[in-house]
């Protein structure tokens, strides 16, 4: 044989060998190397019961709150759009009405909730346009039937909005955002967290002069409380408040045309829920909740001026919605 070619094929040996005894200490330092990438469980209440989303048979999809603000998305009409099976459809401008349809089904099939307290008003419409994401933690939503869980408006799905909790022992947060056609928005919240439980606090401010040539602004106004407090090692309370103020000016008339100086609507609601949970043994513990809804809903249509003397372009209209509920489980 050729001896060049004996001592490469040593050489190959010798430096294949040399590998396989350095796969040992190559696989000890990858193991001894930590992952620093841990993810939270994500618990969902699909099916009303807190439980890993992994572990529930529902189609569910998690938005976080934190994510989408810092994509600049501050409506839930906008975050809803990129969700499978959820289409949210805008009539106008900021502020105009937006209906929410799922799977297909109509646009009063859906409920949506604050922290438990339904916004759906009676019959189960609602208008994504009054709600925004301020001091908002996440967004669930469980896509198909579930009338049975929560009531005759969860034809084809629920939607679950939660305020957001404090990380750090102070969690303060600021954000102020402009763009084009006047709009303005400020966004702040505080946060505390201690041994026992945690407090935020949020404050936010939206207006915008709208796309149309006059009469089209939007404001929006909202201040929401939150709290988790642990009396006991078994026992936990918590408490939500959120309140939204919110008006927007709509120049159009029946037929589209751009010509009424002095139509707008607006709608103030105040939601509150409180929440208690002990736990009597290992595998049993009980919940109580209480959940309240005030709304108020207005449109203003007056005259436009001496010329409208039929009376077909005003219009008034108040309304008041009140709603109370109470749940107790035992899981």
């Excluded at 060998?17 to 469980?41: F, G, K």
């Excluded at 207005?298 to 209209?317: E, K, N, Q």
Aim: proline content about 3%.
């Amino acid at each position: 044989m050729n001896h060049s070619v004996l001592r490469g094929t040593r050489r190959s040996i010798l430096a294949g060998c040399s590998v396989l005894a350095l796969l040992p200490l190559a696989r000890s330092h990858a193991q001894a190397v930590p992952d620093t990438a841990r993810l939270r469980a994500v618990i969902v209440t699909a099916d009303r019961l807190p439980r890993p989303v992994d572990r529930t048979p529902s189609s569910v999809t998690v938005l976080s709150g934190e994510t989408l603000r810092a994509s600049g998305i501050t409506q839930l009409a906008d975050a809803l759009r990129g969700v499978p099976g959820v289409n949210a459809v805008g009539s106008g401008s900021l502020g105009a009405q937006t209906s929410l349809f799922m799977r297909g089904g109509e646009s009063d099939y859906v409920k949506v909730l604050v922290d438990g307290v339904v916004m759906n008003d009676p019959g189960g419409a609602i208008d994504l346009a009054t709600i925004n994401l301020a001091n908002v933690e996440r967004i669930e939503i469980v896509r198909g039937p579930a009338s049975v869980q929560y009531g005759s408006d969860a034809v084809s799905g629920v939607i679950q909005i939660f305020t957001r909790q404090a990380q750090a022992p102070v969690d303060a947060q600021l954000t102020l955002r402009g763009g084009s056609y006047g709009t303005a928005i400020a966004d702040g919240s505080l946060g505390l967290r201690g041994g026992r439980g945690w407090l935020t606090l949020g404050v936010a401010h939206h207006e915008s002069e709208g796309m149309l040539a006059f009469n089209n602004e939007y404001r929006n106004d909202i201040v929401s409380l939150g709290t988790e407090w642990r009396a006991a090692s078994r026992t936990t309370a918590r408490w939500s408040l959120r309140r939204s103020d919110n008006e927007f000016h709509y120049p159009t008339d029946g037929s589209g045309r751009v010509v009424d100086r002095n139509a707008r609507r607006g709608d103030r609601r105040l939601s509150s829920s409180v929440e208690v949970a002990h736990v009597f043994g290992p595998r049993v513990e009980g919940i109580v909740s209480f959940g309240s809804l005030n709304a108020h809903g207005r449109t203003d249509d007056a005259s436009d001026g001496a010329a409208d003397t039929l009376g077909f372009h005003a219009y008034r209209s108040h309304g008041v919605v009140r709603r109370r509920t109470g749940d107790a489980r035992l899981i």
